[in-house]
């Protein structure tokens, strides 16, 4: 088992940044690759970013790349979302997940956060 707790969500303006959080107990963080997912109201939830177990592989949806930067310190157990340059389409509710496979179909995950509310301001 494994429990994810995000934290650093809020209201920011359009073109500001926050930074995210997820932070991990239980069975061993590095056993896991770690992804960030955000659901809008109405729209299904969608893959953000994904990080590898070392965290020497990232990935990202095409609309972040270049704004969001995912990072992990295993040591620390957490896994971060820097998002920079947020747009209003950027408002959703962010999850961290943990997964002992890899991808960015949310099935493919094992362990989800309670989430963190971002919302930008036009």
């Known amino acids: 088992q494994v429990q994810l707790v995000e934290s650093g969500g809020g209201l920011v303006q359009t073109g500001g940044s926050l930074r995210l959080s997820c932070a991990a107990s239980g069975r061993s963080f590095s056993f896991y690759a770690m992804g960030w997912f955000r659901q809008a109201p109405g729209k299904e939830r969608e893959f953000v970013a994904g990080?590898?177990?070392?965290?020497?592989?990232?990935y990202y949806k095409d609309p972040v790349k270049g704004r969001f930067t995912i990072s992990r310190d295993n040591a620390k157990n957490t896994v971060y979302l820097q998002m920079n340059s947020l747009k209003p389409e950027d408002t959703a509710v962010y999850y961290c997940?943990?997964?002992?496979?890899?991808?960015?179909?949310?099935?493919?995950?094992?362990?989800w956060g309670q989430g963190t509310q971002v919302t930008v301001s036009s």
């Open positions: 990080i590898s177990r070392s965290g020497g592989n990232t």
């Open positions: 997940a943990a997964t002992a496979g890899s991808g960015t179909y949310y099935k493919n995950y094992d362990y």
